[in-house]
């Protein structure tokens, strides 16, 4: 095993001196502004970036002429390719892409990525889960921007774990690729129209909601806002849960088919759909729902849903191997060794309700949440690329991070008592990796925070948010978060798309209205796109859920209340 160490400079121990030399928003401009061709070959001084590299250049131009009608337009935009080179001539670069729209409203959006990224977002489409029918962030005017963290994927794409092997790259991905974008970014801008931007947002979701949640705590000072969905904040301790869940789930006869996965569903509706007021196919009562569903004893129209004798008997029933599993993923998982981000564990996830991947929904986004979820492959050595999607990127992130070895049998890390070695690099590996939550001075500074998660999500635990909004409460006081931060959840949305409720809400509204018109979010309305398109529910502020008012039409929000 290769035991170089991760260099810390810039994230981990450095966090304090990068937050007292956080980025200040009034970026420096130039007085003429350039046409989208004169931006072409345009050299970033390394000076230009808060962190080190070897400079930058702007390596493409377009301009790109006006598409689409109504919300879906693209307005006429430059759209501009770089790079910013490493200090390591041996780590990748990274490379990014900045719109810049003809008629600009003086702001920017920076978008974050997903998984272990390696690709570039679409930088002229919405933020995540955003309404349809309001305008994209560009078609707004905003100019948009992102990067590929510092990596480039092969085939593997978000799950590309390569990355690992070098220290530079591994920095870029933990949250320095976000630092250098943005102020690479904020160059060109500043060079194509002449002034320096007004407001700095930034929207993510996954991987995405963890950038953004660590962009406005390490350097505060150069976001207005921030909206995250779904926010793998504590990456290293969801990673570990991940390899405990691949090891639980690679047992013989625990992996549940998908047919076993609707007979589950299909059990925890039935024992707790009307626990809101309203059956429709969705778990508002989440909590309630979690105190007394068991799948040992719980049946399904008069028959248990446990095989009799606890043995497999086909796909009418779960055995004992895969309650065991489904348990442990609901449960979470607890560490015997110390992480230097401070986590002891990480939560379990709302299996109960959970479309767990059910190939036979047939919908646009289905192979999508199947996918996210438990794939159509039992975890194994080699790892099957069908396999659970945390399960790949988890045999990826032990092998290229931890291990360093390509070859090295990702099943052999216990993670609840690693071996010494391997116990000292994912410790090392959690500082830098996880977002912290003190973000104080994002708030002092005037900054915005919207949070949501879907409660259905098995992928990214939405109890791991509640555990990053409750630390928010205790360290700041509930009037003091209530300030700048809202928390919402979700019923029935899993991790980025669902087939029973596909969750958008028009967010960047919500933030622009906050930051700019001080006017707090109230009343807010999400609306299904797949499993009912049009039907809308409100958006509580964490921890009430949406509870039916009797006799209200059960596809609108205002026949529901905000319930504790």
Known sequence: MNNTKLMLSGVGAGLVAVVLIAGCKDDPSTADPMTCEQLAGLEIPADTLKLATSGGSITATETVVASGTGTTAIPEHCLVSGTIAPVDASAPDIQFRVALPTDWNNKVVMFGGGGFNGTIPNITGNVPQ???????????????????SGHQANDYGSQDGRWGLNDEAVRNFAGDALK???DAAVFIVGKRYGSAPERHYFAGGSTGGREALTSIQRWPGDWDGAIAWYPAW??????????YLSLELARPGAYPSSAERKLLLDASLEACDNLDGLEDGLISDQRQCNDIFDPATATLAGVPVRCPGGADDGDHCLSDAQITALKAMEAGVSFNFDLASGETGYPGSNVWGADLGITSINTPVQPIVTFLALGTSQPAIPMPRNAPYLSVLVDQWVRYVVARDADFNSFDLDPIDPAPAFAERISELS???????????????GGKLLLAHGLSDILVSSRATEIYYQRLL??????TVDSFVRYYEIPGFGHAASSHFNATWDSLTALENWVERDIAPENQVTMDTVGTPGRSRPLCDYPAWPRYVDGGDPDTAA???CAE
């Open 130 to 148: 955003g309404a349809p029918d309001v305008p994209t962030p560009i078609g707004r005017g905003y100019a948009t921007f992102a990067s590929d």
């Open 234 to 243: 504590n990456n290293v301790s969801a990673w570990l849960a991940g390899q």
């Open 474 to 479: 205790e360290q700041m006081g509930e009037d």
């Open 559 to 561: 026949s529901f209340e």
């Open 180 to 182: 250098k974008t943005r």
């Open 431 to 445: 500082g830098p990796f996880n977002a912290g939550t003190d973000i104080s001075a994002f708030r002092d500074g």
